[in-house]
């Protein structure tokens, strides 16, 4: 091969973008999860026009409905009060997506950074950083988060701090993992030698070789945060009656299991739906840009 | 050496207990609102405050009470619980292996679960058998613990196969007191009866707290030994014709499963924390039900003990795990010449 | 009548499916090999050589892999129409092969006796013999000695990590020989061993041809090597022969020009062919005294201290301006931890190194040492960010280190890719989107940016495919003359360095035990050492083979590191 031809030789193939792309749109399960996130998104969004009962879902008595089956009018009946259930999850999934954004908005940038440093800087830094994050990973995440949440008082602010305080570990395992292993390679030495500073290095070098993990561990983790919340509520530590919460709803509808199933079913099946969404999403996500969790 | 390795693990857990100790005691201490106050309720007077106050070591400064503390867990002793008014330790100590129980059978079925079907997933990739068991394994992941609790409940209502709630049917009158575990002691006392009422108390819970670890460890399973499968010494076996079960079942399987060993460590804690759930929603009696009344009155020697146990709990199962994997890859344990 | 061919491959047709199509990758592929004999098939990658011996041993992947036509003969007998149970049990009992790279073809968790015992015993279980362990171990502890393997009892013991690579070959060689097959395969033997192992195992092979009546077909892509191990030679490119022949006439005489191209880039180590660099007489621009180096590891809690590793010992060079000074030495000869040291990233243990006069240590707190000399990486995927685009990663020394500014910075990354050779265009490239050659030029060019003098290049053509390596060479010396830069080559490739350094020193377990101008070095070689290492290079003409110094087995056996402990 002459000089000529080994530099003359152009590459004419799609970006990596559209490939990625490409292949996300052919995995069928990574299509449904983009759906079924960006319907729970507009459900919440759209919330008041979409709901049949929009008043269902402060506080509201009708005890003559009660304990309705689902029908046409209510699609998942009525609760042990007489609300609408389905416009009362559509309100739920508004206090879900909040505290999403709330918990990964602080969480993900602050266990990025400190992964960054961690894997990066190593040595006393590393042992700081990750020796505490193996403590917090020690402790069972919801009975940090109820020993919180409970010690003050309990509403979707504070489980927010709670959830949060526990969840920016996982962030900062992940991109330390990641961090170490591409701080390790020889183009991290060149830009050194180069001249670059730290923070060079950090954001424009490292960063970007961990978006893709951080995207994937992101969007896997909203359902997480969710099913998290669900479950604090459940137990009755997230928000406080009348606000719809999904968790709240399934406590308060699992003591009329058997005979009134929906009332416990139907917010359940809701949240399934949630997490699924983001989760087949997430998954998708990996899948498209073959990264490795 | 195997031993050394261990040991150098164990060090490490012991520097996290040690760890959570002060997270959780600081924690416990930011409590804005007195707990003596609370615990006497809110007719006690000043006196009685203040004299709680001494009892319970609030006077003094945070640093010490720390310290006598944690002098007091090495010994064994958690304090008194400002609930029952008992050694905590005895209470825990009471609760402990119900949930010790619990916890082994679910890892246990996880395992015999997960990981023969992660196997027969990998084998027969890309056919119904594969696409049914990622099917099962994502509703496990994304369905809530409390959901899979409540829609068993359901079923097991509308079909009365199962108990709903419960340890032992308390008309047999039996107590587990060799191990405390009341399977194995009903098979220690060959009393068959005890045993299958006791698993058929136990199999619900345990089916809804594996549900999320079934569903984990089966997919990694699965993208491990397809990884596995690519490899060349795989290949190579194959080209001196070695019979493709044993490959799979002897070469490939110990390799791959080192990956869901370490996950299944990793994901103990969450395990832990569901427990809480699937004890509330069964009436299973262990400390998880204990630990919730604990933390919403406020009792805070009980929190502290529940944290430091769940945490001890999953220390204790990750030596074990690294244990395993120390047993199967001999880079851990040999060293290089 | 003349006894049948061991094999015999007639217009084998083969594609691969996928996604509904397939892409044919064999066309009319003729083979014959008779007992006894010793047949190489060369080609570079994508030649379909390889995929040529998994379908003769029946290890396509499938149903991707199909056969489209053609036939495959064992002694008479079509393979292809055979049932799998019938194909399966040729498999390690008459056709044999020994796998490309000992490290990753064995399983890590098993011991070696494990995978030795279990290929026996399933392939005595095939032809349907009952053997008992003892009867195995036997026969295994016999194999390992044929392949000269010293004490087999601790070799089986052995995981797979704790053994070097030349015994790992050995015992992959030894795997494909416990059944006594008629024919065997290698897939380029040695590749991912030091050249003195690869020479080696050559004479391993050689020798069990002879002693077991074998019949051998050596699947490879380096031409030099099958001069000695072979016969007869097929040269396969683009999935078909392109010419077959005996050696000799495939290395006197080449007819096709694809064959004359392989040959030619085999870089020569004597004759006129050799292209001689002179050693100018210029001041020294980098001198060491006395380099030493020791690692020790960390200790770990509860285990015994591992000695201190001394990479280099004793090491004392000159390199001059203008040199294009090469260090030489195979794996774990210190050369990369030399490199390390002149370049400041590591601190050595005790010695000088000197710049121009002034001494490492004041060098590496000025900031403007790092204008002075610069490195280019062996490995171009992992030297370039693949998330920064081609300007991006060329910006970084440019504002650092050269503080250009934003407006200038267009304009001087133009000139480095002009320089490079490469079109402007490529600025806003990603590195996926570069071949290997085309990414190293990109680390040349970032290398440049800072103006060095001295230019450290650590391995920059191996990783690069033959043909490659040449135009990236040339471009080196274009760039020498153009800027008058001082080369310090770190390789373990002796051809290479042949024709392109005009000094050499060469290392050996840390010590450099020659040195000198090329010429010198390579016509008088004084260490036992360097002689035993040019000695095992493969040429591909007897008068190089002539040329070569000569080295006794005791004086072989005496240096080296012998591939059996």
Redesign the interface.
């Known amino acids: ?3 000529a031809s ?4 152009v ?1 004419d ?1 799609p970006s ?1 973008l559209t490939r990625a792309w490409r292949r996300f749109l052919r995995n069928p399960a990574a299509v449904i999860g983009a759906l079924i996130v960006i319907s729970v998104v507009a459900a919440a969004v759209l919330a008041p026009s979409l709901a049949s009962y929009p008043a269902h879902a402060g506080s509201f008595v009708d005890f003559r409905s009660r304990h309705l089956a689902p029908s046409l009018v209510h699609f998942m009946g009525t609760d042990n009060v007489g609300r609408d259930i389905f416009s009362r999850v559509l309100f739920g999934y508004r206090i879900s997506l909040l505290l999403v954004v709330g918990v990964l908005g602080v969480a993900v940038p602050l266990g990025v950074l400190f992964g960054l440093l961690a894997g990066y800087f190593a040595g006393a830094v590393e042992t700081a950083v990750m ?2 994050t ?11 988060a ?3 949440t ?3 008082s309990p509403d979707l602010i504070n489980s927010m701090i709670a959830i949060t305080c526990l969840w920016w570990t996982w962030h900062c395992r992940l991109v330390y993992r990641v961090a170490k292993s591409v701080a390790a ?3 991290v ?3 050194r ?5 730290h923070m ?1 290095v950090l954001f ?2 490292l960063l ?2 961990c ?1 893709a993990a951080i995207s994937v561990k992101t969007t896997l983790d909203a ?1 997480f945060v969710i ?1 998290f919340g ?2 604090l509520s ?3 530590l997230g928000v406080q009656p009348p606000t719809p919460d999904l ?1 709240t709803m ?1 406590a308060t509808g ?1 003591q009329f ?2 005979e009134m ?1 929906w009332e ?2 139907m917010p ?2 809701a ?2 739906y949630a ?2 969404g983001f ?2 999403l997430g998954d998708g996500l990996r899948d498209m840009m073959d990264v490795e969790i | 050496m195997i031993a050394s390795y261990l040991v150098r693990r164990a060090i490490g857990f012991v520097f996290v207990l040690f760890g959570l100790s002060v997270v959780i005691f600081v924690v416990a201490r930011v409590v804005p609102g007195d707990p003596a106050r609370i615990a006497l309720g809110p007719l006690a007077t000043n006196e009685q405050v203040a004299q709680l106050h001494r009892e319970m070591g609030f006077d003094k400064p945070a640093a010490l009470q720390y310290f006598d503390y944690l002098g007091g867990v090495l010994h064994g002793d958690f304090g008194r619980s400002l609930l029952t008014n008992r050694p905590v330790a005895a209470d825990i100590a009471e609760a402990l292996p119900a949930t010790l129980e619990l916890v082994l059978f679910t890892l246990l079925l996880i395992m015999l679960v997960a990981v023969p079907a992660g196997v027969l997933a990998a084998r027969w990739h890309n056919t119904w058998i594969d696409n049914a068991s990622r099917l099962v394994s994502l509703l496990g992941v994304v369905t809530p613990g409390f959901v899979v609790a409540l829609l068993l409940q359901l079923f097991a209502s509308l079909f009365n196969f199962f108990p709903l709630t419960g340890r032992l049917s308390p008309d047999l009158g039996f107590v587990p007191d060799i191990t405390r575990l009341a399977l194995v002691d009903a098979l220690l006392k060959g009393r068959l009866d005890v045993f299958t009422d006791a698993l058929s108390h136990i199999f619900l819970p345990a089916l809804a707290l594996s549900a999320a670890g079934i569903g984990q460890v089966m997919r990694i399973t699965r993208s491990s030994m397809l990884d596995v499968a690519k490899r060349d010494h795989v290949e190579t076996l194959r080209s001196f014709g070695v019979p493709g079960w044993v490959i799979t079942l002897e070469y490939m399987l110990r390799l791959a499963c080192i990956a869901p060993l370490t996950i299944l460590g990793l994901e103990f804690a969450s395990l832990m924390g569901n427990a809480f759930i699937v004890e509330l929603v069964f009436a299973w009696p262990g400390f998880a039900s204990y630990g919730v009344r604990a933390i919403l009155s406020k009792d805070f020697n009980a929190v502290m003990a529940v944290v430091l146990m769940s945490g001890l709990f999953f220390v204790v199962a990750n030596l074990l795990i690294d244990l395993l994997i120390g047993l199967i890859d001999p880079r851990l344990r040999v060293r290089r010449t | 009548m003349a006894a049948d061919p061991i094999l015999e491959i007639q217009g084998l047709d083969l594609g691969f499916t996928a996604y509904g199509q397939t892409t044919q990758v064999l066309h009319g592929v003729d083979l014959r090999i008779e007992a006894g004999q010793r047949v190489a098939v060369i080609g570079e990658s994508g030649s379909g050589k390889t995929v040529t011996m998994k379908t003769v041993i029946g290890t396509l992947p499938h149903p991707a892999g199909r056969v489209l036509g053609g036939s495959i003969r064992f002694q008479g007998r079509e393979l292809l129409t055979l049932s799998r149970r019938e194909r399966d049990r040729l498999k390690g009992t008459d056709i044999s092969i020994v796998h490309q790279d000992p490290l990753t073809s064995f399983n890590p968790v098993f011991t070696i006796g494990r995978h030795l015992n279990d290929v026996l015993r399933f392939a005595d279980r095939r032809l349907g013999a009952a053997t008992d362990r003892a009867d195995r171990q036997r026969r295994i502890e016999a194999t390992l000695s044929q392949v000269q393997l010293k004490e087999p009892e601790r070799v089986l013991r052995s995981y797979p990590f704790q053994l070097s690579g030349g015994m790992r070959q050995r015992v992959l060689i030894a795997m494909a020989l416990l059944h006594r097959p008629k024919l065997l395969i290698a897939d380029e033997p040695g590749t991912a061993l030091d050249v003195t192992t690869q020479d080696e195992i050559m004479r391993l092979l050689n020798q069990l041809v002879s002693e077991e009546q074998l019949t051998l077909l050596m699947v490879t892509h380096n031409l030099a090597i099958v001069r000695q191990t072979s016969d007869y030679v097929y040269v396969m490119q683009a999935g078909r022969i392109v010419e077959h022949g005996a050696v000799c006439d495939i290395f006197g005489m080449p007819r096709m020009p694809y064959t004359r191209q392989l040959l030619d880039a085999i870089p020569p180590l004597y004759g006129p062919r050799v292209q001689r660099r002179e050693a100018h007489g210029h001041s020294a621009v980098i001198t060491t005294n006395g380099l030493l180096k020791r690692f020790v590891a960390p200790r770990r809690w509860l285990e015994p201290a591992s000695p201190p590793v001394t990479a280099v010992r004793g090491a004392t060079l000159s390199i001059s301006r203008g040199d294009i000074f090469g260090i030489a030495g195979e794996s774990g000869s210190g050369k990369t931890t030399m490199a390390r040291m002149i370049m400041g990233l590591l601190p050595p243990t005790s010695g000088r190194i000197a710049i121009d006069g002034r001494s490492i240590e004041e060098l590496r707190k000025d900031p403007a040492f790092r204008h002075r000399v610069q490195i280019v990486y062996q490995n171009p995927a992992s030297s370039l960010n693949p998330r920064r685009t081609v300007a991006q990663t060329l910006a970084v020394p440019l504002a650092f280190a050269g503080s250009v500014g934003r407006g200038e910075r267009n304009a001087r990354i133009r000139n480095l890719l002009a320089q490079v050779e490469l079109p402007a265009q490529f600025a806003s490239r990603y590195p996926h989107q570069l071949s290997g050659g085309q990414k190293q030029r990109v680390a040349i060019a970032r290398a440049l940016a800072v103006e060095p003098e001295i230019l450290v290049l650590d391995e920059p053509t191996s990783a690069l495919d033959v043909s490659v390596q040449k135009t990236v060479i040339d471009l080196l010396l274009s760039l020498r003359e153009q800027l008058g830069l001082t080369y310090l080559f770190i390789s373990h490739d002796l051809s290479l360095m042949r024709n392109f350094c005009n000094r050499i020193a060469v290392m050996f377990r840390g010590e450099i035990c020659e040195q000198g101008t090329t010429e010198a070095v390579f016509e008088h070689p004084r260490h036992a050492y360097t002689r035993a290492l040019i000695a095992s290079i493969p040429v591909i003409s007897e008068a190089e083979e002539r040329a070569k110094p000569v080295v006794t087995l005791e004086e072989r056996r005496a240096v080296l590191a012998s591939t059996v402990q």
């Not at chain 1, 193996?134 to 940090?144: G, I, Y």
């Not at chain 1, 030698?193 to 500073?197: H, I, R, V």
Request: net charge negative; glycine share 8%; proline share 6%.
């Open positions: 091969m002459t000089a080994d530099v003359a030789r590459v193939e990596n020796g505490f193996n403590v917090m990973l020690a402790m069972p995440p919801l009975v940090m109820l020993a919180i409970a010690v003050l390679e020889d183009f030495e060149a830009a030698l180069a001249g670059a500073s060079h424009r070098e970007p070789n978006t359902g099913l669900a479950s459940f137990l009755g968790g399934v699992a299991l058997p199933w416990a079913v359940g099946l949240i399934l997490i699924l989760n087949l």
